[in-house]
């Protein structure tokens, strides 16, 4: 089990910033695209090796997102139209996110409801911050991934309002 720290940096601009373990050292580097159409984000692990590509789809009424992992494998996460609270889908991916009415706290399950990992929007910080809890290593690139996803839609809609 191991917990990272994700704090919003999304400007306008180009994006990179640092994403950090429990223990406070770098584990990921995020680096945003700058005026490029479609939006995309490279994550890279602490050695400086690229672990996955996040790319926002145009021209679709919700948000969605491809993320292909370094392995090969690849999904899309798909924003559901809900009234109550934020509903996250995925394609290709045995996987859900549930989140709660306040967009406060997101969990990762699997198809038999099993707890992959947390996400939770902690209060009071001038930009966004995640903790996020990841129970099993193999998932940490993929949770990582998600919540850069998901932190840039919450960033996008929070700026409309």
Known sequence: MKTYLVKQQFRFGGERFAIKDDRGEIAYQVEGSFMKIPKTFTLYDAAGQKVSSISKEVMTFL???????????SFVI???????????????????????????????????????AEIRKELFHLTSTYTVTVLEDAYADLVISLCVAIDYVEMLESGSN
């Open 63 to 73: 948000p969605r997102f491809t993320i292909q992992l370094q392995d090969g494998s």
């Open 78 to 116: 798909r924003k559901k139209l809900t009234f109550l609270r934020d509903k996250y889908t995925f394609d290709n991916l045995n996987l859900r996110i549930e989140g709660n009415i306040w967009d406060l706290d997101f969990k990762l399950l699997d198809d038999r409801d099993q707890l992959i």
